[in-house]
């Protein structure tokens, strides 16, 4: 597995965690953004989305939630 794909998937557990892209990039070191692409990019490149995302929340959808229990 390339580097870029574990770091996706760190996001992407980071984030559940969390509960926000912004805490989740607090503890990753990274910007809200590298967080908000990181999870596009596993999405795309598993053609499901992974997250229900609101201005105020995050929750995951039942495809996110088969990954994260991986």
Do not use: C, P, W
């Not at 805490?23 to 997250?51: F, M, N, P, Y």
């Not at 995050?58 to 229990?69: A, H, I, K, N, R």
């Amino acid at each position: 597995m390339e580097l870029h794909n574990l770091n996706d998937i760190a996001a992407f557990v980071s984030s559940v965690n969390a509960g926000s892209f912004t805490a989740a990039a607090k503890q990753l070191g990274l910007t809200r953004s590298a967080v908000g692409k990181s999870i596009v990019r596993l999405e795309a490149r598993l053609q499901v989305r992974l997250l229900n995302r609101t201005t105020r929340s995050l929750s995951m959808t039942d495809d996110g939630q088969v990954l994260y229990e991986r």
